[in-house]
T-cell receptor, first 112, second 109 residues
Framework: NAGVTQTPKFRVLKTGQSMTLLCAQDMNHEYMYWYRQDPGMGLRLIHYSVGEGTTAKGEVPDGYNVSRLKKQNFLLGLESAAPSQTSVYFC???????????FGSGTRLTVV | GQQVMQIPQYQHVQEGEDFTTYCNSSTTLSNIQWYKQRPGGHPVFLIQLVKSGEVKKQKRLTFQFGEAKKNSSLHITATQTTDVGTYFCTQAAGNKLTFGGGTRVLVKP
């Protein structure tokens, strides 16, 4: 009964490096989301997906790309990391866009 | 997108006392969801309110949706140290949630 699993939990990148954050859910949810949270602030939506093979931009999509090739997985990519992308990244899923979301435990990313 | 405003931003509460946090919107909300995030943790879904005037309780937590569906409140009675964290209210609209800054609750033992 894992729910939403995010890997890795921690990562340090150098400016300009690339990486992919993986989100996996085992609840057969259609909707998946990527948020970022900066210290003392709320969550801001980066990208989301309303089903396998679909993606859409959120409020802060620049510098990120996503893919949803399988229903259970939602990948967040950083092509060329910048210090401004230092943040905690949360993945979430929901059976529909209007139900309660289940969040993963987060990925703490530092870009130096 | 539409955003609900939460007040207060910070709430210092003496253990054992009650407190209330509020969400306000200038427009009618279709629903309101509440989440709790412990320090260093991830948001956890608490409840969703949909009907005008709806009141729901979870042990010491009471959630209310205003009659005009423009505001909501979370009241916690007999605050405990386990209540520490940030409480977010948000509306699901357009298949996504937009979060505000939340209310950060600190409990003084």
């Amino acid at each position: 009964n894992a729910g939403v699993t995010q890997t890795p939990k921690f990562r340090v990148l150098k400016t300009g490096q690339s990486m992919t954050l993986l989100c996996a859910q085992d609840m057969n949810h259609e909707y998946m989301y990527w948020y970022r949270q900066d210290p003392g602030m709320g969550l801001r939506l980066i990208h989301y997906s309303v089903g396998e093979g679909t993606t859409a931009k959120g409020e802060v999509p620049d510098g990120y790309n996503v893919s949803r090739l399988k229903k259970q997985n939602f990948l967040l990519g950083l092509e060329s990391a910048a210090p401004s992308q230092t943040s905690v990244y949360f993945c979430a899923s929901s059976p529909t866009g209007g139900n309660g979301y289940t969040f993963g435990s987060g990925t703490r990313l530092t870009v130096v | 997108g539409q955003q609900v405003m939460q007040i207060p931003q910070y709430q210092h509460v003496q253990e054992g006392e009650d407190f209330t946090t509020y969400c306000n919107s200038s427009t009618t909300l279709s629903n309101i969801q509440w989440y709790k995030q412990r320090p260093g943790g991830h948001p956890v879904f608490l409840i969703q309110l949909v009907k005008s005037g709806e009141v729901k309780k979870q042990k010491r937590l009471t959630f209310q949706f205003g009659e005009a569906k423009k505001n909501s409140s979370l009241h916690i009675t007999a605050t405990q140290t386990t209540d520490v964290g940030t409480y977010f209210c948000t509306q699901a609209a357009g298949n996504k949630l937009t979060f505000g800054g939340g209310t950060r609750v600190l409990v003084k033992p």
